[in-house]
């Protein structure tokens, strides 16, 4: 689809004097995805992250003249409702948009139902619900209730009320599909949901699509079955839309945040925008809940409560410290710091303390230099992908540098098997381990989908830990009260290597073209996010790769 012109949204909701919100979310919102933002103010609040103080209505004469101020001059692709207050306002909005679109074609409009707000305030008065219905669903494209928001949109039609799962959710939707809108979408960030319970509610409804993480699935459900069963405790936020035809889900996973504050507003801001540019409602409810998600992973603190998400996060510079003298690694500081409770399961690994104390089984440290042989290949050709992704000689030659250091490793690996009585034989004959396989093509994986510098996170975590891991036995070794002296320790060789100068010398060129990279191409939050996702991705691999030498039985 080509969009010829910038699309105008119009927004129909409340003011949040604390920018989180309301009016304010949804603006920052239309703005920050390409849109023009025009708004029709219904009422003041005052408020911030702690909670509403007070509500200010305007006149609802008022909210007429301002829609018929916008429409008479701007051509509005799409109109979002928010907070409406009360039953006269709903009137007024219901009347002027009667009036600014006569006839029966009328720009798409996704209705918020704005009920309550997170922090307990009423935004819409209890017997305004059924004007909301009467006056707006009928011409809504798609109403975006919460868990909450849905149980009193029924309540009020006598229906069954509680959503405690996927089943209740759909039946919900369907009730409230039944109330004139074209779709409805019910938002579950109220309710947790396992991969097992999307499996099993998948299997017992035909026609639903499932969208994970912004991308399609897998339309063969066997396939999804099949690959997804390992996470399938995960907890998850599942989205449901009902269209007239089909009923499709939407995954992302649960993020630990207090960070939500106008989360509801940016996802039906983001719905009107996809509208706009004539998206169908699923690819729009795709993309603004990928965007929504994105603004939670990427919030920063504001305020004493409940802080919002950061509505901008797919513009904003980084805010990265800068390198200085007294911080000289403050990205790796940073994505370290992240994942600290994974990082430490790595290199704090119970295969690395017995290898420091020397009582690592011969069978274990075998089984793992094996399977580092083979993972070494999978290395090498990642560094080679980074040298065809990279626009500099240095930067290519500090590549092809490394796969010149792995294929001296790799002569290491093969005295170490010479030592511990494995031939050049049977070690080319090793099958190689599925932790190896997993770690090797995720690897390949990020440098095949993702720029530069997404590639060297995922390169990076092994070079450094691995150089963590050298420094500090050797530390241990010359400690008064030593787990065992170097020379006694059948695997010194191994801690010498990777304490020793040339692999410590790599360490140090690694951190300094991770910082490099990073102060290049400062990072948004989101990308940020997205580079710390897969450092934290390869912390796990190399966690499982020590599990998989222990596991050994
Ligand atoms: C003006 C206005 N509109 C909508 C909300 C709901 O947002 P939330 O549920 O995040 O409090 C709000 N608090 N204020």
Wanted: aromatic share 8%; with cysteine; glycine share 6%.
């Amino acid at each position: 689809m080509s969009v010829d012109r910038v699309r105008a949204v119009m927004t129909i909701a409340g003011s949040d004097s604390g920018g989180g919100a309301g009016i304010q979310a949804d603006l920052k919102t239309i703005a920050a995805l390409g849109c023009f933002g025009t708004s029709a103010i219904t009422s003041l609040t005052a408020q911030n992250t702690l909670g509403v103080q007070d509500i200010y209505p305007c006149p609802p004469s008022f909210v007429e003249t301002q829609i018929a101020s916008i429409t008479c001059d701007i051509d509005v692709d799409a109109i979002k409702t928010g907070m409406l207050y009360d039953g006269d306002t709903i009137q007024a909005v219901a009347r002027a948009l009667k009036a600014a679109f006569p006839g029966p074609r009328r720009p798409p409009m996704v209705c918020d139902p704005v009920c309550v707000s997170t922090s307990g305030h009423t935004l819409l008065r209890p017997n305004a619900i059924d004007t909301l219905v009467d006056e707006l669903f009928p011409h809504a494209t798609l109403v975006t209730p919460n868990k909450p928001e849905a149980e009193l949109l029924l309540s009020t039609r006598q229906c069954e009320t509680e959503i405690r799962s996927l089943k209740t959710m759909l039946s919900a939707a369907e009730q409230i599909l039944k109330m004139g809108p074209t779709a409805v979408l019910i938002k579950g960030g109220h309710l947790t949901t396992t991969m097992s319970e999307v499996e099993d509610f998948v299997k017992h409804h035909a026609a639903v699509e499932l969208f994970k993480d912004g991308g399609v699935l897998s339309s063969n459900m066997e396939m999804l079955l099949k690959r997804r069963s390992t996470e399938s405790a995960q907890e998850l936020v599942v989205d449901l839309l009902l269209t007239s035809e089909k009923t499709y889900i939407f995954i992302s996973p649960r993020i630990e945040s207090s960070s939500t504050h106008g989360t509801g507003c940016t996802l039906s801001s983001a719905i009107a925008c996809g509208l706009s540019q004539g998206l169908t409602v699923q690819n729009a409810v795709r993309l603004a809940v990928n965007y929504t998600h994105g603004g939670i992973t990427a919030a920063y603190p504001i305020g004493k409560g409940h802080g919002p998400l950061n509505h901008l996060h797919n513009l904003q510079p980084s805010c990265l410290p800068r390198r200085s003298n007294t911080d000289p690694y403050p990205f790796t500081r940073l994505l370290v710091e992240a994942t600290t409770d994974t990082w430490k399961a790595y290199v704090e690994h119970d295969f690395v303390v017995q290898l420091g104390k020397g009582t690592l089984a011969k069978e274990r440290f075998v089984h793992f230099i094996k399977q580092d042989y083979y993972y070494l290949k999978y290395y090498a050709r990642a560094y080679g992908l980074l040298a065809s992704k990279s626009s500099s000689f240095d930067a290519m030659d500090s590549a092809a540098q490394t796969i010149l250091n792995v294929t001296r490793e790799i002569n290491t690996h093969r005295t170490f098997c010479a030592l511990f009585g494995v031939s050049a034989e049977e070690l080319e004959a090793t099958p190689e381990s599925t932790a190896t396989t997993a770690y090797g093509c995720y690897l390949i994986e990020t440098g095949m989908q993702g720029n530069r510098t997404k590639l060297l996170m995922a390169l990076l975590a092994c070079l450094l830990g691995y150089g963590e891991v050298g420094l500090w036995l050797k530390k241990q070794a010359t400690l008064p009260d030593t787990w065992v002296r170097l020379e006694e320790n059948p695997y010194a060789r191994w801690i010498e290597d990777y304490s020793g100068e040339v692999y410590q010398n790599a360490v140090q060129a690694g951190l300094d073209v991770i910082e490099d990279a990073a102060a290049e191409d400062p990072p948004t939050p989101a990308r940020f996010a997205e580079w710390r996702s897969v450092w934290r991705k390869c912390t796990q691999l190399e966690k499982a790769f020590w599990d998989m030498a222990m596991d050994l039985s």
